[in-house]
């Protein structure tokens, strides 16, 4: 684990600045002793300003602010978030594909829509891997979808769905179709 970086002298000015007109909300609180030190960095205050998540089944406990992990980009050609075992599987075509969206056809909105709540379905029945179709592309060359879809499964809304993606073997669509590996949900039918 690193070691937390000092403030700068701008940072411990800057907090000063934005503290200067703050009043305690109990006074009897602020009596007991000096206040702690201010957080290490704008992001941290931030951070503590936001609410925080709720650990499931566990009542109203909150979740540590430093367990919650920022999401990592997608990258098809290296395991993330994922073992080994299971990126091979996948990777090689071997992953049960528990279901498909065939994207032929769609404008950008309607497929952006239609993977959007695709994924979102699947995932709340318990979907491990999904194959999107995206097709290689028209006779000009031009392969929108097939440019678009990993741009969109990177976007937050879907990104915390997803685990990994890549590009499907042949027998499976080959360049014009994705594997996606989806996160399974803690609570079935949460989503």
């Not at 970086?5 to 007109?21: H, S």
């Not at 499964?153 to 685990?163: A, P, Q, S």
Request: charge should be positive.
């Amino acid at each position: 684990m690193r070691r937390p970086r000092a403030l700068t002298d701008a940072e411990r000015a800057l907090w000063r600045a934005a503290m200067r007109d703050v009043a305690p909300l109990v006074r009897e609180a602020a009596a007991k002793g000096p206040p702690g030190p201010p957080p290490a960095s704008p992001e941290a205050a931030d951070a503590e300003r936001r609410p925080q998540a709720l650990v499931p089944g566990i009542g109203a406990k909150p979740k540590p602010a430093a367990a919650i992990r920022p999401l990592t980009a997608l990258d098809p050609g290296r395991p993330i978030d994922i073992d080994r075992r299971s990126w091979l599987r996948l990777k090689h075509g071997r992953q049960t594909i528990d279901a498909r969206l065939d994207l032929h056809g769609l404008t950008q909105d309607q497929a952006h829509l239609r993977l959007e709540r695709f994924l979102a379905e699947r995932q709340r029945a318990g979907a491990r891997c999904v194959l999107v179709i995206t097709g290689k592309g028209g006779r000009n060359g031009e392969a929108v979808l097939r440019a678009m879809v990993p741009r969109w499964l990177h976007e937050t809304g879907l990104r915390g769905r997803v685990i990994t993606y890549m590009p499907a073997r042949p027998e499976h669509g080959g360049g014009g179709a994705l594997y996606v590996l989806l996160k399974r949900l803690r609570h079935p039918g949460a989503g």
